[in-house]
């Protein structure tokens, strides 16, 4: 499975970004789809994850209120929709995927997609 995610950017501290990711290949057997963030110096976090077939979402404490993703199951793209962005959200966003229900769980992903960066200024 391929996962593309094109979109990054600069955006101003209280904007917002929509990131979208299609994921191409061995799609059907997908438990779910999600977000983690590598800000410079720091290690990769988790952001957000949404179940496929139910469209359940959870998300980092951090991005809580502020971050939604969506999923277009017959494109087989999944959406991040960012907030009241902070220049603490600056970060390289990754796109991944959960082969299963367990991975899902372990919020451990079989599939990485290459990053696409965004940058918030203050």
């Known amino acids: 499975v391929q996962l593309q995610a094109p979109g990054g950017g600069l955006v101003q501290a209280g904007g917002s970004l929509t990131l979208s990711c299609t994921a191409s290949g061995r799609t059907f057997d997908s438990f779910g789809m999600g977000w983690f963030r590598q800000a410079p110096g720091k290690e990769r976090e988790y952001v957000g994850r949404?179940?496929?077939?139910?469209?359940?979402?959870n998300y980092a404490d951090s991005v809580k209120g502020r971050f939604i993703i969506s999923r277009d199951s017959a494109k087989n793209t999944m959406h991040l929709q960012m907030n009241g962005l902070q220049p603490e959200d600056t970060a390289v966003y990754y796109c991944t995927r959960y082969s299963n229900r367990a991975l899902y769980a372990a919020k451990n992903p079989s599939s990485w997609g290459q990053g696409t960066l965004v940058t918030v200024s203050s």
């Open positions: 949404i179940a496929w077939s139910l469209g359940s979402t």
